[in-house]
C-alpha cells in the first residue's frame, strides 16, 4: 500500500455544491484522492456521486453554485491532458457522425501537439490497447457500428489519449450486461495498472467497487458517510449507512432473502 | 401558466401586439363604419395634413387608415381560418397514417408527398384563379398546401408515442385500441403539431398578402397586400402607400411569431418544471 | 456507396408516385375550371360558334374527362406538354425557355440564405442565451416577418429609385447586343435585387433552425464529453455542435425548394424577371389551363430531382442514414 | 396443456433489420407453475425482454404455441384477449416510461378496475386507496401524477396497476434494475409476499444473476434467443454448466470476495 504515503494527487477542502435554490447537492466535502491509488465513490441516487465527479473534471454546468476548493498537486489540471473522463452512456459520449477514430485522435492532436496523420496512429494503437478488434478498420467505423462494450473502449481511448494522470470513471459500467461490464472493469483496472493512473471509480454498485478499489467512500445526500481502505468500509463498517448499504445488497453470496416465500411455493422439477 | 407564458419580454411584445391587432380589427366597422373601398377625400393626400384623413388618401382617394383597420380584419382571419383547417386537417390526414400503417399509411404518405412537391404558392394561385378569389376560397387555397407540415409531425408522433412502454402497459390492461387511440396517444401527439400553429397562422397571413398583390385577393375586402399593390403604380411619387401596409404585415406576423415561441418556450418550462 | 444507391432506388421509386398524383390531381383540379382554352383563345382572337365547335374537336375538348386525362399522360410519356394558346408555341419550349433563370434565380438566393444564415446561426448558436445570440435571433425573427414582395419593392425604392445603384426590373439590358463576360455581368447585377429579396427571407429560416438545432445539441452528452477532453471551444463548436446541427437544414433545404419556386413567382413579378414564376401569372391571367398544369408539373419535377440530390447529400454527411444493418 | 399455469413450445421471434434476421427467441420451450417464479437471465440481447413482449401479446411469435390456464392463448383475438389479458399482466423496467405522462395515481389504478368492471365507478376510489395500501403506498398518493413521486413509489404503483385485475402471473422486465438498492430489496419483498398471499407466479427477467439467486425457484438462462441451461435458481447458479452459465456468473461481482468474509 504505497499509495498510502503519498502526497494527495487532489485535495477537497469543504467543497459545496447548489444547483439554483435546491438543498446543496453537496455539503462541505474534505476527500483527498492518493497519487496511483483506486479510489471508488459509491452512493443511489441523489448522493451526489457524479456532482463530485464532475467537480473533479471542472464540469459542472455554469449555473452550479459552488464554495470550497479543488487543490491539485504542482498546477492546476487540464481536462482531457490531466484528467480523463468517461461518462455512463457509452452511445452518448461520443459525437454520432464522425469516425470514432478522428475522435480519439483529436484528443491527441489537442494536447499531444500531434500532426493528424499522427494522432491517427496514436488512436489506431490506442484501440490496440483498450482491446479492440481490427483497430486499423476500426478507427473508421462510426458508433452507431459498434456494439455498447465497443463504444465504451473507444470513450476509454479517448480518455487515455493523453496521458492524463487521473481517470475518472462516471458510472461507465453500469449501462453495459454484465459480462460486458466485467470486461471494462478489467480493462480500467489495467490500464490504470500500466500507466500509473489514478483512478476515480463512481459507482451505484458496492459489489463492484469493492473489487476494484483500494478505497472507498460512501456518499449520502451530498455528505460524505465513510472514508477507508475497502477492507475496512465492507467487512467493519463504521457508519450505519454503509451498514444498510451492505445489508441491502443481494449478491451470489448473499443467502436467499426470501426463503419463507419460496419454502411455500409448491415443489416442482 | 399564464404568468409563466408572459416571462420573456419577447413574448409579451407578440402578446400585445395582436391584442392590439385583434382590437383595431373589431374596432374597424366602428371606427371606419361603410365601406373602406369608398372615396373620402382628394386622391393622394399626403399623410399627416388632414386630420379627418391622418395618414392620407391612396391613388383613388380612398381614406388608408380606415383601409388599415378593415386590411387588419381580413389578414386575422384568413391566417386563423386557414391555420385551423390544415392543422385540423393534417393532424386528421396524420393520425390516421400513423395508426393505419401498411398500405394506407405509404399511400396517404405518398399523397402528403405529392402536396409537398407542388410549390404551395403555385398551387394556390392555381386554386384561386381557377374557383375565383374570395375569402373562403382564398382559406382554402392556402390550407390546400399547409396541412402537410402538421399531417408529417402527427404521424411522426403517432408513430414514436405508439412505441413507448405506457402504450404497451395500457395494452396490457386490456384497453380498447381506439382508447388507447384518444386517450393514451393523440393527446401527447398533439401538443408538438399545435406548437406548429403560430408558424401556419403567420405564413397564411403571408401568402394571403401575397396573392392578394398578384390580384387574386377578395376584390371586395381590403387586404394589406392589395394595398401594397395599389401603392406599387406610385412607388416613385408617394411611396409611403407601399411602405405603410407592408410595416403593418410585418408587424402582424412578427406578433404571430413571438406570441407563438413565448407559448411553446412557457409549455416547455412548465414540462421541465414537473 | 451501396447505402447511398440503396435510397436513391427507394427515392427514385416513390417519385413516380408522387408525380403521378400530382399530375392525376392538377389535371382534375384545372377540369374543374369554368371556360377552356377555346375560351380564353375566342376572349383573345375573337370566333364564332362554329369556330369553337371546330376547335374543340381539333383540340379534343369534347371528350370525357377521362380520355382527355389518358391522353395527357399519354403525352407526356412522349415528353409532351400541350400547345400553349397564348404563346402560340409548344408549352415544353415555353416553360423550358424560362425554367434557367427560375433556377439561377433560386439557386443563388438558396445559397445565399443557406450559406450565409448557417454561418450567422453558428454565431449566435455559439454561446446560447447571450446578447449577440438573442440579438441575432429576435432580428432574423423581423427578418422572417417580412412579406417578400413588400421586401422587394423597399430594395426598389432605396436601391434603384433612390440610390439609382442597381437596375429596376429585367435580367439584362434590354437590346444590349453584351456577349460573354460582360452578359454575365450584366445579368448577375440584374440579379442582385431579386436574390436579396428571396434569399434574405429564408436566411432568417436557416439562421434560425440552425441556433435552435445548435442550443439542442448543447444539451447533448457528447458535447459534455468533447469538453471533459479538453478540446478547444472553437473545435467544440465547430467540428461537433454545428456539425450535427447541420443535419436537419440540409432536409429543410429540400423541403424548402418547393417554397422558393412558389416565392419566385412573386419576386418575378415585381422583379419582371422572365421566369417560371411570371409564366404562371401570364398563365393565369391568359387563362391558359394546360400551360398551368405543365408549370406545375415542370415544377414538382424541378423539386423532386432537388430533393434527390438533397438526399445523396444528406446521406454522405450522416452516416447513420439507412444504416441498418450492423447490429 | 393444462398440467402447468404457462406452457410455452417451440416459440420462435425473428426480426429483421438492414436485411439481415436476427432471431430473438429461437424455438424456446418453458413453463411456469402457479406461485412459482421462473427468472429468465442472460446477456443483453439475448431476447429476454422479445420474450416478455412476446407472452402478453405485444408482438406476435414467427411460430410456436403458448397455453396459459389451460387456453391457447395465442388463438384469442380482440375482446376474448382483452378480457384475458386480466390474468396476465406485466411491470416495467422504467416506471416513468410505463405511465401515461398526463396520468395521476388514481388514474393508472383506476384504469384496469374501469376496463375490466371490477368496480363500479362509486366504489372505485375505495378500491383504489386499498389497492395503494396494498403496495404499501398511501392513498393520499392518489392525486399526484406520476412524475412527483420518487422511483420507488412508482413502481409500487406499477405494482398495483398489476394486481388490480387479479393476474395469476405477472411478468416483471427488469422491474427491480433500476432502482436504488435500499428501494429494491424492499419492492422485492412485497413481490413476495403478494406471492404467498395471492398466489401469483413470476417470469422474473432479470441480467443480475445475484438478484436471480434470491429471488426465483428456477432459472432459464437465454443466449442468442436460445435457452442454452434450466433448473433450480440456487443449483444452476453455484454450479453453471453452460459457457454462458459461467461467465455471467464468473462477471457477477462479489461484495465479500476481497474481504474474505462468508456472510452466510
Given at each position: 500500500?504505497?499509495?498510502?504515503?503519498?502526497?494527495?494527487?487532489?485535495a477537497?477542502?469543504?467543497?459545496?455544491?447548489?444547483?439554483?435554490?435546491?438543498?446543496?447537492?453537496?455539503?462541505?466535502?474534505?476527500?483527498?484522492?492518493?497519487?496511483?491509488?483506486?479510489l471508488?465513490?459509491?452512493?443511489?441516487?441523489?448522493?451526489?456521486?457524479?456532482?463530485?465527479?464532475?467537480?473533479?473534471?471542472?464540469?459542472?454546468?455554469?449555473?452550479?453554485?459552488?464554495?470550497?476548493?479543488?487543490?491539485?498537486?504542482?498546477?492546476?489540471?487540464?481536462?482531457?491532458?490531466?484528467?480523463?473522463?468517461?461518462?455512463?452512456?457509452?452511445?452518448?459520449?461520443?459525437?454520432?457522425?464522425?469516425?470514432?477514430?478522428?475522435?480519439?485522435?483529436?484528443?491527441?492532436?489537442?494536447?499531444?501537439?500531434?500532426s493528424?496523420?499522427?494522432?491517427?496512429?496514436?488512436?489506431?494503437?490506442?484501440?490496440?490497447?483498450?482491446?479492440?478488434?481490427?483497430?486499423?478498420?476500426?478507427?473508421?467505423?462510426?458508433?452507431?457500428?459498434?456494439?455498447g462494450?465497443?463504444?465504451?473502449?473507444?470513450?476509454l481511448?479517448?480518455?487515455?489519449?493523453?496521458?492524463?494522470?487521473?481517470?475518472?470513471?462516471?458510472?461507465?459500467?453500469s449501462?453495459?450486461?454484465?459480462?460486458?461490464?466485467a470486461?471494462?472493469?478489467?480493462?480500467?483496472?489495467?490500464?490504470?495498472?500500466?500507466?500509473?493512473?489514478?483512478?476515480?471509480?463512481?459507482?451505484?454498485?458496492?459489489?463492484?467497487?469493492?473489487?476494484?478499489?483500494?478505497?472507498?467512500?460512501v456518499?449520502?445526500?451530498?455528505?460524505?458517510?465513510?472514508?477507508?481502505?475497502?477492507?475496512?468500509?465492507?467487512?467493519?463498517?463504521?457508519?450505519?449507512?454503509?451498514?444498510?448499504?451492505?445489508?441491502?445488497?443481494?449478491?451470489?453470496?448473499?443467502?436467499?432473502?426470501?426463503?419463507?416465500?419460496?419454502?411455500?411455493?409448491?415443489?416442482?422439477? | 401558466m399564464?404568468?409563466?407564458?408572459?416571462?420573456?419580454?419577447?413574448?409579451?411584445?407578440?402578446?400585445?401586439?395582436?391584442?392590439?391587432?385583434?382590437?383595431?380589427?373589431?374596432?374597424?366597422?366602428?371606427?371606419?363604419?361603410?365601406?373602406?373601398?369608398?372615396?373620402?377625400?382628394?386622391a393622394?393626400?399626403?399623410?399627416?395634413?388632414?386630420?379627418?384623413?391622418?395618414?392620407?388618401?391612396?391613388?383613388?382617394?380612398?381614406?388608408?387608415?380606415?383601409?388599415l383597420?378593415?386590411?387588419?380584419?381580413?389578414?386575422?382571419?384568413?391566417?386563423?381560418?386557414?391555420?385551423?383547417?390544415?392543422?385540423?386537417?393534417?393532424?386528421?390526414i396524420?393520425?390516421?397514417?400513423?395508426?393505419?400503417?401498411?398500405?394506407?399509411?405509404?399511400?396517404?404518405m405518398?399523397?402528403?408527398?405529392?402536396?409537398?412537391?407542388?410549390?404551395?404558392?403555385?398551387?394556390?394561385?392555381?386554386?384561386?384563379?381557377?374557383v375565383?378569389?374570395?375569402?373562403?376560397?382564398?382559406?382554402?387555397?392556402?390550407?390546400?398546401?399547409?396541412?402537410?407540415?402538421?399531417?408529417?409531425?402527427?404521424?411522426?408522433?403517432?408513430?414514436?408515442?405508439?412505441?413507448?412502454?405506457?402504450?404497451?402497459?395500457?395494452?396490457?390492461?386490456?384497453?380498447?385500441?381506439?382508447?388507447?387511440?384518444?386517450?393514451?396517444?393523440?393527446?401527447?401527439?398533439?401538443?408538438?403539431?399545435?406548437?406548429?400553429?403560430?408558424?401556419?397562422?403567420?405564413?397564411?397571413?403571408?401568402?394571403?398578402?401575397?396573392?392578394?398583390?398578384?390580384?387574386?385577393?377578395?376584390?371586395?375586402?381590403?387586404?394589406?397586400?392589395?394595398?401594397?399593390?395599389?401603392?406599387?403604380?406610385?412607388?416613385?411619387?408617394?411611396?409611403?402607400?407601399?411602405?405603410?401596409?407592408?410595416?403593418?404585415?410585418?408587424?402582424?406576423?412578427?406578433?404571430?411569431y413571438?406570441a407563438?415561441?413565448?407559448?411553446?418556450?412557457?409549455?416547455?418550462?412548465?414540462?421541465?418544471l414537473? | 456507396?451501396?447505402?447511398?444507391?440503396?435510397?436513391?432506388?427507394?427515392?427514385?421509386v416513390?417519385?413516380?408516385?408522387?408525380?403521378?398524383?400530382?399530375v392525376?390531381?392538377?389535371?382534375?383540379?384545372?377540369?374543374?375550371?369554368?371556360?377552356?382554352?377555346?375560351?380564353?383563345?375566342?376572349?383573345?382572337?375573337?370566333?364564332?360558334?362554329?369556330?369553337?365547335?371546330?376547335?374543340?374537336?381539333?383540340?379534343?375538348?369534347?371528350?370525357?374527362?377521362?380520355?382527355?386525362?389518358?391522353?395527357?399522360?399519354?403525352?407526356?410519356?412522349?415528353?409532351?406538354?400541350?400547345?400553349?394558346?397564348?404563346?402560340?408555341?409548344?408549352?415544353?419550349?415555353?416553360?423550358?425557355?424560362?425554367?434557367?433563370?427560375?433556377?439561377?434565380?433560386?439557386?443563388?438566393?438558396?445559397?445565399?440564405?443557406?450559406?450565409?444564415?448557417?454561418?450567422?446561426?453558428?454565431?449566435?448558436?455559439?454561446?446560447?442565451?447571450?446578447?449577440?445570440?438573442?440579438?441575432?435571433?429576435?432580428?432574423?425573427?423581423?427578418?422572417?416577418?417580412?412579406?417578400?414582395?413588400?421586401?422587394?419593392?423597399?430594395?426598389?425604392?432605396v436601391?434603384?429609385?433612390?440610390?439609382?445603384?442597381?437596375?429596376?426590373?429585367?435580367?439584362?439590358?434590354?437590346a444590349?447586343?453584351?456577349?460573354?463576360?460582360?452578359?454575365?455581368?450584366?445579368?448577375?447585377?440584374?440579379?442582385?435585387?431579386?436574390?436579396?429579396?428571396?434569399?434574405?427571407?429564408?436566411?432568417?429560416?436557416?439562421?434560425?433552425?440552425?441556433?435552435?438545432?445548435?442550443?439542442?445539441?448543447?444539451r447533448?452528452?457528447?458535447?459534455?464529453?468533447?469538453?471533459?477532453?479538453?478540446?478547444?471551444?472553437?473545435?467544440?463548436?465547430?467540428?461537433?455542435?454545428?456539425r450535427?446541427?447541420?443535419?436537419?437544414?440540409?432536409?429543410?433545404?429540400?423541403?424548402?425548394?418547393?417554397?422558393?419556386?412558389?416565392?419566385?413567382?412573386?419576386?418575378?413579378?415585381?422583379?419582371?424577371?422572365?421566369?417560371?414564376?411570371?409564366?404562371?401569372?401570364?398563365?393565369?391571367?391568359?387563362?391558359?389551363?394546360?400551360?398551368l398544369?405543365?408549370?406545375?408539373?415542370?415544377?414538382?419535377?424541378?423539386?423532386?430531382?432537388?430533393?434527390?440530390?438533397?438526399?445523396?447529400?444528406?446521406?454522405?454527411?450522416?452516416?447513420?442514414?439507412?444504416?441498418?444493418?450492423?447490429? | 396443456?393444462?398440467?402447468?399455469?404457462?406452457?410455452?413450445?417451440?416459440?420462435?421471434?425473428?426480426?429483421?433489420?438492414?436485411?439481415?434476421?436476427?432471431?430473438?427467441?429461437?424455438?424456446?420451450?418453458?413453463?411456469?407453475?402457479?406461485?412459482?417464479?421462473?427468472?429468465?437471465?442472460?446477456?443483453?440481447?439475448?431476447?429476454?425482454?422479445?420474450?416478455?413482449?412476446?407472452?402478453?401479446?405485444?408482438?406476435?411469435?414467427?411460430?410456436?404455441?403458448?397455453?396459459?390456464?389451460?387456453?391457447?392463448?395465442?388463438?384469442?383475438?380482440?375482446?376474448?384477449?382483452?378480457?384475458?389479458?386480466?390474468?396476465?399482466?406485466?411491470?416495467?423496467?422504467?416506471?416513468?416510461?410505463?405511465?401515461?405522462?398526463?396520468?395521476?395515481?388514481?388514474?393508472?389504478?383506476?384504469?384496469?378496475?374501469?376496463?375490466?368492471?371490477?368496480?363500479p365507478?362509486?366504489?372505485?376510489?375505495?378500491?383504489?386507496?386499498?389497492?395503494?395500501?396494498?403496495?404499501?403506498?398511501?392513498?393520499?398518493?392518489?392525486?399526484?401524477?406520476?412524475?412527483?413521486?420518487?422511483?420507488?413509489?412508482?413502481?409500487?404503483?406499477?405494482?398495483?396497476?398489476?394486481?388490480?385485475?387479479?393476474?395469476s402471473?405477472?411478468v416483471?422486465d427488469?422491474?427491480?434494475?433500476?432502482?436504488?438498492?435500499?428501494?429494491?430489496?424492499?419492492?422485492?419483498?412485497l413481490?413476495?409476499?403478494?406471492?404467498?398471499?395471492?398466489?401469483?407466479?413470476?417470469?422474473?427477467?432479470?441480467?443480475?444473476?445475484?438478484?436471480?439467486?434470491?429471488?426465483?425457484?428456477?432459472?432459464?438462462?437465454?443466449?442468442?434467443?436460445?435457452?442454452?441451461?434450466?433448473g433450480?435458481?440456487?443449483?444452476?447458479?453455484?454450479?453453471?454448466?453452460?459457457?454462458?452459465g459461467?461467465?455471467?456468473v464468473?462477471?457477477?461481482?462479489?461484495?465479500?470476495?476481497?474481504?474474505?468474509?462468508?456472510?452466510?
Amino acid at each position: 500500500m504505497s499509495a498510502a504515503q503519498q502526497a494527495p494527487l487532489v485535495a477537497l477542502r469543504g467543497l459545496t455544491v447548489a444547483y439554483g435554490d435546491d438543498a446543496p447537492a453537496l455539503s462541505a466535502i474534505d476527500l483527498d484522492i492518493r497519487a496511483g491509488e483506486r479510489l471508488a465513490l459509491i452512493g443511489e441516487s441523489g448522493s451526489g456521486k457524479s456532482t463530485l465527479a464532475l467537480a473533479f473534471a471542472d464540469l459542472l454546468p455554469a449555473s452550479a453554485k459552488t464554495a470550497g476548493t479543488i487543490e491539485w498537486e504542482g498546477t492546476s489540471p487540464l481536462g482531457g491532458r490531466d484528467i480523463g473522463f468517461v461518462f455512463q452512456n457509452p452511445a452518448g459520449s461520443l459525437d454520432p457522425v464522425m469516425a470514432v477514430g478522428r475522435q480519439v485522435a483529436e484528443v491527441a492532436r489537442t494536447h499531444l501537439g500531434l500532426s493528424w496523420p499522427d494522432a491517427l496512429a496514436r488512436a489506431c494503437d490506442l484501440f490496440g490497447r483498450v482491446g479492440l478488434p481490427d483497430p486499423d478498420t476500426l478507427v473508421h467505423a462510426f458508433p452507431h457500428q459498434l456494439s455498447g462494450g465497443q463504444k465504451q473502449r473507444v470513450a476509454l481511448a479517448a480518455a487515455i489519449a493523453a496521458r492524463p494522470k487521473l481517470l475518472i470513471a462516471d458510472e461507465a459500467t453500469s449501462a453495459l450486461d454484465t459480462i460486458v461490464q466485467a470486461e471494462i472493469v478489467a480493462l480500467i483496472r489495467r490500464l490504470a495498472a500500466e500507466d500509473g493512473m489514478t483512478l476515480l471509480f463512481v459507482s451505484h454498485d458496492i459489489a463492484l467497487a469493492a473489487e476494484l478499489a483500494d478505497r472507498i467512500a460512501v456518499l449520502r445526500g451530498g455528505r460524505l458517510m465513510e472514508l477507508g481502505p475497502t477492507r475496512q468500509v465492507i467487512g467493519r463498517p463504521q457508519n450505519s449507512y454503509t451498514r444498510s448499504l451492505i445489508a441491502a445488497h443481494i449478491g451470489l453470496d448473499s443467502p436467499p432473502l426470501f426463503a419463507a416465500a419460496n419454502m411455500s411455493a409448491p415443489a416442482n422439477g | 401558466m399564464r404568468r409563466r407564458f408572459l416571462q420573456t419580454p419577447e413574448a409579451v411584445a407578440g402578446t400585445a401586439i395582436l391584442v392590439l391587432l385583434a382590437a383595431m380589427a373589431l374596432a374597424a366597422p366602428l371606427l371606419f363604419p361603410g365601406d373602406p373601398l369608398r372615396i373620402a377625400g382628394p386622391a393622394l393626400t399626403p399623410p399627416f395634413q388632414d386630420w379627418a384623413l391622418p395618414l392620407g388618401t391612396d391613388r383613388l382617394g380612398r381614406d388608408v387608415l380606415a383601409e388599415l383597420f378593415h386590411g387588419a380584419r381580413t389578414s386575422l382571419v384568413v391566417g386563423l381560418a386557414a391555420a385551423a383547417a390544415s392543422l385540423a386537417v393534417g393532424a386528421v390526414i396524420g393520425t390516421l397514417a400513423g395508426f393505419a400503417g401498411g398500405l394506407a399509411d405509404e399511400a396517404l404518405m405518398r399523397l402528403t408527398d405529392a402536396f409537398q412537391t407542388v410549390p404551395g404558392f403555385l398551387l394556390a394561385l392555381a386554386f384561386v384563379s381557377i374557383v375565383g378569389p374570395s375569402l373562403s376560397v382564398v382559406v382554402a387555397a392556402i390550407a390546400l398546401s399547409a396541412w402537410t407540415g402538421p399531417a408529417r409531425i402527427a404521424r411522426a408522433e403517432v408513430l414514436s408515442i405508439r412505441e413507448r412502454d405506457f402504450v404497451a402497459g395500457a395494452r396490457v390492461v386490456g384497453m380498447h385500441p381506439l382508447e388507447i387511440a384518444f386517450r393514451e396517444v393523440l393527446p401527447n401527439a398533439l401538443p408538438p403539431v399545435l406548437a406548429l400553429s403560430s408558424i401556419i397562422v403567420a405564413q397564411a397571413i403571408l401568402i394571403e398578402a401575397a396573392l392578394s398583390f398578384l390580384g387574386l385577393g377578395d376584390p371586395n375586402r381590403v387586404t394589406w397586400g392589395g394595398m401594397v399593390a395599389e401603392g406599387r403604380t406610385v412607388l416613385r411619387t408617394a411611396p409611403f402607400l407601399s411602405i405603410v401596409p407592408g410595416i403593418a404585415l410585418v408587424v402582424t406576423v412578427l406578433g404571430v411569431y413571438l406570441a407563438g415561441e413565448g407559448a411553446v418556450e412557457g409549455a416547455a418550462v412548465r414540462k421541465g418544471l414537473s | 456507396m451501396t447505402r447511398t444507391l440503396r435510397l436513391v432506388r427507394r427515392r427514385l421509386v416513390g417519385s413516380v408516385f408522387v408525380l403521378l398524383i400530382v399530375v392525376v390531381g392538377s389535371f382534375l383540379m384545372l377540369q374543374a375550371a369554368p371556360g377552356d382554352a377555346v375560351d380564353a383563345y375566342v376572349v383573345s382572337m375573337g370566333g364564332d360558334a362554329g369556330l369553337v365547335e371546330s376547335l374543340r374537336h381539333a383540340w379534343g375538348l369534347d371528350q370525357s374527362a377521362w380520355t382527355r386525362l389518358a391522353n395527357y399522360l399519354w403525352a407526356l410519356l412522349h415528353l409532351d406538354l400541350g400547345w400553349s394558346v397564348t404563346f402560340s408555341r409548344p408549352i415544353r419550349d415555353v416553360v423550358l425557355e424560362r425554367l434557367p433563370n427560375t433556377l439561377l434565380l433560386m439557386g443563388s438566393a438558396t445559397a445565399l440564405s443557406f450559406f450565409l444564415g448557417s454561418a450567422l446561426g453558428i454565431v449566435a448558436g455559439a454561446r446560447p442565451g447571450s446578447l449577440r445570440d438573442r440579438l441575432l435571433s429576435t432580428g432574423s425573427l423581423a427578418l422572417y416577418a417580412v412579406p417578400s414582395f413588400w421586401l422587394a419593392l423597399v430594395l426598389v425604392i432605396v436601391f434603384a429609385v433612390d440610390l439609382r445603384w442597381l437596375p429596376i426590373a429585367g435580367i439584362e439590358t434590354i437590346a444590349s447586343s453584351k456577349t460573354g463576360l460582360a452578359r454575365v455581368t450584366d445579368i448577375a447585377w440584374h440579379l442582385v435585387l431579386p436574390i436579396s429579396a428571396l434569399g434574405f427571407i429564408y436566411l432568417a429560416l436557416y439562421l434560425r433552425m440552425m441556433r435552435a438545432g445548435m442550443a439542442e445539441v448543447w444539451r447533448q452528452d457528447f458535447v459534455l464529453a468533447a469538453r471533459a477532453r479538453g478540446l478547444p471551444r472553437r473545435r467544440i463548436v465547430l467540428a461537433h455542435v454545428a456539425r450535427n446541427a447541420l443535419l436537419p437544414l440540409v432536409t429543410m433545404l429540400g423541403l424548402q425548394s418547393a417554397q422558393m419556386l412558389g416565392g419566385s413567382v412573386v419576386i418575378e413579378s415585381v422583379f419582371s424577371v422572365p421566369g417560371l414564376g411570371r409564366l404562371a401569372q401570364e398563365a393565369v391571367a391568359g387563362r391558359d389551363t394546360p400551360l398551368l398544369l405543365g408549370i406545375i408539373l415542370v415544377s414538382a419535377v424541378t423539386v423532386v430531382l432537388i430533393n434527390l440530390a438533397v438526399d445523396i447529400a444528406y446521406a454522405l454527411l450522416d452516416p447513420r442514414v439507412g444504416a441498418g444493418e450492423v447490429a | 396443456m393444462g398440467k402447468h399455469l404457462l406452457t410455452v413450445e417451440s416459440l420462435s421471434k425473428r426480426f429483421h433489420s438492414g436485411g439481415r434476421a436476427v432471431a430473438a427467441a429461437d424455438a424456446l420451450s418453458f413453463h411456469i407453475d402457479a406461485a412459482e417464479t421462473l427468472a429468465l437471465a442472460g446477456p443483453s440481447g439475448s431476447g429476454k425482454s422479445t420474450v416478455a413482449r412476446l407472452l402478453l401479446r405485444l408482438i406476435e411469435p414467427d411460430a410456436g404455441s403458448i397455453a396459459f390456464e389451460g387456453d391457447d392463448w395465442l388463438a384469442l383475438q380482440g375482446n376474448a384477449l382483452r378480457a384475458r389479458r386480466a390474468r396476465m399482466q406485466m411491470v416495467f423496467q422504467d416506471p416513468l416510461a410505463a405511465f401515461n405522462p398526463r396520468a395521476t395515481v388514481a388514474r393508472v389504478l383506476d384504469d384496469p378496475l374501469r376496463i375490466r368492471r371490477i368496480a363500479p365507478r362509486s366504489e372505485r376510489p375505495a378500491r383504489i386507496a386499498e389497492l395503494l395500501e396494498r403496495v404499501g403506498l398511501s392513498p393520499n398518493l392518489a392525486g399526484r401524477t406520476v412524475h412527483e413521486v420518487s422511483g420507488g413509489q412508482r413502481q409500487r404503483v406499477a405494482i398495483a396497476r398489476a394486481i388490480a385485475t387479479k393476474p395469476s402471473l405477472i411478468v416483471l422486465d427488469e422491474a427491480v434494475s433500476a432502482l436504488d438498492v435500499s428501494v429494491r430489496g424492499k419492492i422485492l419483498e412485497l413481490l413476495a409476499d403478494l406471492q404467498r398471499t395471492d398466489g401469483i407466479a413470476y417470469l422474473f427477467i432479470s441480467h443480475d444473476l445475484g438478484l436471480v439467486r434470491a429471488f426465483a425457484h428456477r432459472v432459464a438462462i437465454l443466449d442468442g434467443g436460445r435457452l442454452t441451461e434450466e433448473g433450480d435458481a440456487r443449483a444452476v447458479i453455484d454450479a453453471p454448466r453452460s459457457a454462458v452459465g459461467k461467465a455471467l456468473v464468473a462477471a457477477t461481482p462479489r461484495l465479500h470476495r476481497l474481504t474474505g468474509q462468508d456472510a452466510s
